[in-house]
């Protein structure tokens, strides 16, 4: 294995053992956060609409 | 002079200090805030000659300014102490000096306030004219606060110098971010109140120009809600994880969302003056873009909290999508009520991109859906925080705990301040959806069936608003027992640590000349040229007006 393929060979294990913590729920709660901030302006935009 | 776990006694009795007059000032801004809900909705008339009007400009000023401003340096003079150690002499000194001022401006513009001589509201627009001792006193307090800003920064520059550290941690780095914003901020109202508000009304110049003095009020108003703000961040980001059994996320992504706001707060004062004449459409459109990039750090505020629940919850075996928010200490009064505060804040945040968007405000402008928005933000988010802090700080100050019963009696002042704000805040949204004025006494506009039909929403406003002070009584029974008879002991200042495993924090986060030099081309990129236009092209000046 030459030099270059070594290396290659450790930032894999490295890619493949650092593993980062569980954060779906997190991800999650973020995008529905989002999700109530659109809903909320697009409810008044609507308000707007109708009242002109 | 490093971490030494509790607040050195002689920065304790500073801070103490000024969390006395915080919550006394939340008491009588309370009693105004009742009686304004019962006048409103027509339950009550006042006696002995009390304007509506000047218990409006007492419950902004006490609540809005007094308590907040209070609160946010005694808590930061507490935090740093306990993060960076006793502070030195000097800045020790210049803090009670500060401490002086403020209260002498505070004593003398609250003076004004009861003699009804002040009775503009707390954003004192022109061309209300109040009496100038009214404005001097809001100098007393500006510089003040000036000292205490100064106090905090001299003993940051000292620690740093003593250290050889380039990163400082990450209280103290927050806490003195907090006071360069309101530097920045409060040259603004300087501006306006020393060279305006004050020759105009000791009749030295008979008229003023409003444009300029509301544009300079909002130039300071709008990062004034960052100032209320960013101390809540601070528990958010710094205590919480610490409270939870977790760990603080990310000390780099915690910097870089206070470094974004000093960039993105100042520059947006326009979105408060979206329906103003004078100001062209495309300064107005700069600014409300510059607004949105405010949700940025939000956004990254909200991710990384919800972070720190998850990990924290799943360390301690939480299971499925959502187990984790299961898992949070529910009945630890310390984190019960800055959680209640974040909730809140959801809502509270959507219903700001709602007020800075141009057509939208149309809409909301002036109306109570306004004050409903920032009795969800100011009065419920923050101030649910400060709560949840001063149930901790006050007995670790003092040498005291907080008991197992207080930890009870503060959930309750919790759950009744949210049912409470959702009464009021609730229908002052809801009334407002429907073209209700804010800042107006009770009135039926002659029996006029849309006014007619806002009523049972003031109702409802009032129910809240008593609902709220019984919270506020509920409040002043916890503060009082626990700075004079909760039993003697040992309350911990929690301090969180960074996740293992998290980036290192880059030096240039703390490179203080490049942030504040960005800062300063975005405030004249967004301010020069309307400044100018309005000073140039200066409307008509307008003479004092007293409607009281």
């Known amino acids: 294995m030459g030099v270059l393929e070594e290396k290659k060979e450790t930032a894999r294990k490295i890619v493949t053992t650092k593993e980062g913590p569980n954060l779906k729920g997190t991800m999650i709660a973020v995008m529905l956060l989002g999700g109530f901030i659109v809903l909320s302006w697009f409810g008044v935009y609507w308000l707007y609409i109708v009242r002109l | ?548």
């Open chain 2, 1 to 548: 002079m490093m971490n030494q776990m509790i607040v050195d006694r002689n920065d304790a009795k500073l801070s103490m200090a000024h969390l006395f007059i915080a919550f006394a000032a939340v008491l009588l801004g309370g009693i105004a805030g009742l009686l304004q809900t019962l006048v409103r909705s027509g339950t009550i008339v006042l006696p002995a000659g009390i304007g509506y009007y000047q218990l409006l400009t007492a419950h902004g000023i006490l609540l809005a300014l007094v308590f907040t401003t209070y609160f946010i340096i005694g808590f930061f003079y507490a935090g740093m102490s306990r993060t960076m150690g006793k502070f030195y002499d000097q800045p020790y000194r210049m803090g009670w000096l500060g401490y002086i001022v403020m209260t002498i401006g505070t004593v003398l513009t609250t003076i004004m306030i009861l003699l009804n001589e002040g009775t503009v509201l707390y954003t004192f627009y022109a061309p209300l004219k109040a009496s100038p001792w009214f404005y001097i006193g809001l100098t007393l307090f500006i510089v003040g606060t000036w000292l205490a800003g100064g106090a905090m920064c001299h003993q940051y520059y000292i620690w740093k110098k003593v250290s050889h550290k380039k990163i400082s941690p990450l209280f103290s780095f927050m806490a003195v971010m907090t006071m360069v914003l309101w530097f920045v901020a409060t040259i603004g109202v300087a501006v306006s109140v020393i060279f305006q508000f004050i020759p105009w009304s000791f009749g030295w110049v008979d008229e003023i120009n409003i444009l300029l003095s509301r544009t300079l009020f909002w130039y300071f108003g709008h990062p004034l809600v960052y100032f209320w703000l960013l101390p809540a961040y601070v528990c958010w980001y710094v205590i919480i994880p610490e409270i939870i059994g977790g760990k603080i996320f990310s000390d780099s992504l915690a910097r870089l969302s206070f470094v974004l706001f000093l960039l993105f707060s100042i520059p947006v004062g326009f979105h408060h003056q979206l329906l103003e004449s004078g100001i062209s459409p495309f300064w107005k459109y700069l600014q409300v873009v510059l607004t949105f990039m405010v949700i940025v750090p939000s956004l990254m505020t909200a991710f990384s909290l919800f972070a720190s629940f998850e990990i924290a919850g799943r360390k301690k075996g939480a299971k499925g999508l959502f187990g984790w928010f299961r898992a949070l200490p529910w009945k630890d009064a310390r984190f019960f009520a800055p959680m209640v505060g974040m909730l809140i804040f959801i809502p509270a945040g959507a219903g700001g991109i709602i007020n800075a968007s141009n057509q939208m405000n149309q809409i909301v402008h002036n109306t109570l859906w306004v004050t409903g928005h920032f009795h969800l933000t100011v009065a419920s988010s923050v101030a649910l925080t400060f709560f949840g802090i001063a149930y901790w700080l006050i007995p670790h100050l003092t040498g005291r705990v907080l008991t197992g019963r207080m930890h009870q009696i503060a959930n309750l002042q919790t759950v009744l301040w949210a049912i409470g704000m959702f009464f009021m805040s609730g229908a002052m949204h809801t009334v407002g959806l429907l073209g209700a004025p804010r800042r107006t006494a009770y009135t039926t506009y002659q029996d006029n069936p849309d006014a007619l039909g806002w009523i049972p929403y003031e109702v409802t406003m009032a129910v809240g608003g008593s609902i709220l002070f019984i919270a506020i009584l509920l409040l002043i029974y916890i503060i009082t027992d626990l700075a004079f008879f909760a039993p003697k002991g040992k309350e911990d200042f929690p301090i969180g640590e960074v996740a293992e495993g998290a980036e290192k924090t880059p030096a240039i986060l703390e490179n203080w000349r490049l942030w504040l030099g960005i800062a300063t081309v975005l405030i004249l990129v967004a301010y020069t040229v309307p400044v100018v236009h309005m000073i140039e092209h200066a409307p008509p000046g307008s003479p004092g007006y007293k409607f009281w």
